[in-house]
C-alpha cells in the first residue's frame, strides 16, 4: 500500500504521519515507491521546513533525518543533522524516536547522533525493507514486564 506524500505545511492537524527530513530526492523517491508501512510520510527538504512543520499543531510519531541538509539551525550543511536532532530533544520532545538515514560512515558522526538521542543510525544505500522493521520495531507500545 502507498502512503501518501505530503509537502510541510499542508494543514491535516488530526493526521499521524512519519516525518522525514532530507532533501536527498533519488532517497524520498525510493522511500515513496517502496514503502507499505500505512502511516503516511511528510517531506520536509530543509531544516527550515521542518521547523515550520514541528512549530504547527501536528507532530510525528516519529522522524527519519539526514545528516546533509541546507544550514538553518547550524553554520555549515554537514551538521544541519545534528542541529535539527539537538533542536527536537531541547526544545520539541525528548521522546520521538529518531533515525538518522545518512552517507556520513565516520564514527564520530554517528556517535554524536546517538548521544543527541536517535534511536538508530542507518548507513545510505539501505534496503527501505529494513528500515521500514526498524519504524515498526520502534513504533511498537513497550510490552509491561510481568512480576
Not at 515513496?32 to 517531506?43: A, D, H, N, R, Y
Not at 547550524?74 to 545534528?82: P, R
Not at 556520513?104 to 546517538?114: G, N, P, V, W, Y
Request: charged letters at 25%.
Amino acid at each position: 500500500m502507498d502512503c501518501p506524500s505530503n509537502d510541510a505545511g499542508n494543514d491535516e492537524s488530526d493526521q499521524l504521519f512519519i516525518l522525514v527530513v532530507d532533501d536527498d530526492e533519488i532517497f524520498i523517491d525510493d522511500l515513496m515507491s517502496l514503502w507499505k508501512t500505512p502511516l503516511p510520510i511528510q517531506i520536509a527538504r530543509s531544516g527550515k521546513e521542518c521547523n515550520k512543520l514541528l512549530k504547527s499543531l501536528r507532530f510525528p510519531l516519529l522522524i527519519i533525518l539526514d545528516i546533509d541538509l541546507p544550514h538553518f539551525f547550524s553554520e555549515v550543511d554537514s551538521e544541519e543533522g545534528l542541529a535539527i536532532l539537538h533542536h527536537i530533544r531541547e526544545r520539541i520532545s525528548s521522546t520521538v524516536p529518531v533515525i538518522i538515514a545518512s552517507h556520513f560512515s565516520a564514527s564520530e558522526i554517528k556517535d554524536r547522533a546517538m548521544r543527541l538521542g536517535a534511536q538508530r543510525y542507518f548507513m545510505k544505500p539501505f534496503s527501505v525493507s529494513d528500515l521500514e522493521e526498524t519504524v515498526i520495531d520502534l513504533l511498537k507500545p513497550a510490552t509491561p514486564v510481568s512480576d
